[in-house]
């Protein structure tokens, strides 16, 4: 059971994906795209992470994906926010 969420580069985010993780649970992990985005996608699959995505691409990403978020937490106010919300 997948759980969603943005500001995957903050401590807390970062915090979520490993305790979800050790429980077996799926994450949709939202970044925003920057010039390292590979980087941040490598670091926070290392993680646990399961799937690694953008605002723009995570909609499509976790259909493509087969995951269907049941959970979602949000760092900060965001159209992540909303589409988590409408999924």
């Known amino acids: 059971l997948p759980?969603?969420?943005?500001?995957?580069?903050?401590?807390?985010?970062k915090y979520v994906i490993c305790l979800a993780a050790k429980r077996g649970i799926k994450t949709i992990n939202i970044v925003r795209d920057r010039p390292d985005l590979k980087d941040v996608v490598t670091h926070l699959k290392?993680?646990?992470?399961?799937l690694v995505t953008t605002p723009e691409r995570e909609e499509a990403d976790a259909k493509e994906a087969g995951?269907?978020?049941i959970l979602g937490f949000n760092c900060g106010a965001s159209l992540s926010a909303r589409i988590i919300c409408a999924l």
């Open 67 to 69: 995951l269907e978020p």
């Open 46 to 50: 290392d993680l646990g992470a399961t």
């Open 3 to 13: 759980a969603s969420h943005p500001s995957l580069s903050q401590q807390v985010g």
